[in-house]
């Protein structure tokens, strides 16, 4: 992978490392080490999210893996034909994307799912890149404005010149991004976000490369 040992070993964000630190404390059996992407280095389609979940990929160490939020994205992955399984339980489940990527603004688990805008800005050199390895025309689905925002500053646009909202087209550093709400339990419970508006998201981002 891109990161390597580099990233694994990444304690630029002191409160991200100390919060890692305690939950390892609190959770021994959890990985509590930054979480790498998921899939091919030149995969066409990238998928950016927030941050790793504390119960989620900060334990199993795949991103989007043993939290809710992954629910309703590996099952779309899998209706998609972009995943070998509906689900994502623990490394070695034998899951393999096709075709896609999976990655987060932020490698590390923050308190309360909310990084701060410096650490953001310092974890943006491995998503900078990742998403320099993707083939042009690729295209990139942002989940969440803190994703959306990410993307733009890996590529140097500024971000006033692309409104975040669901469903939402950009084309940026020769590539198009889409941007949909996080999957998140927030999300889907208050029907922000449905399979459907989902769905239509992935959809029409494989008409992309198609």
Known sequence: MLEGDALSQCRKCPRLASFRDEAKVRYPDYRCLPVPALGADNAKIVIVGLAPGLHGANATGRAFTGDFAGI??????????????????????GLALKGCR????????????????AEIQTCAPYLTAELAHQPAGGVIIALGRIAHDAVLRAFRE?????????????VVGGRVLWDSYHCSRYNTQTKRLTEASFTAVFEAALREVL
């Open 158 to 170: 500024p971000l006033s010149h692309f409104r975040f909202g669901h469903g939402a087209r950009h």
């Open 72 to 93: 309703l994205l590996y099952e779309t992955l899998y209706r998609m034909g972009l995943s070998n399984q509906p689900r994502s339980v623990a490394v070695g489940d």
């Open 102 to 117: 999976i990655s987060n603004a932020v490698k590390c688990v923050p308190p309360a799912n909310r990084p701060t805008g």
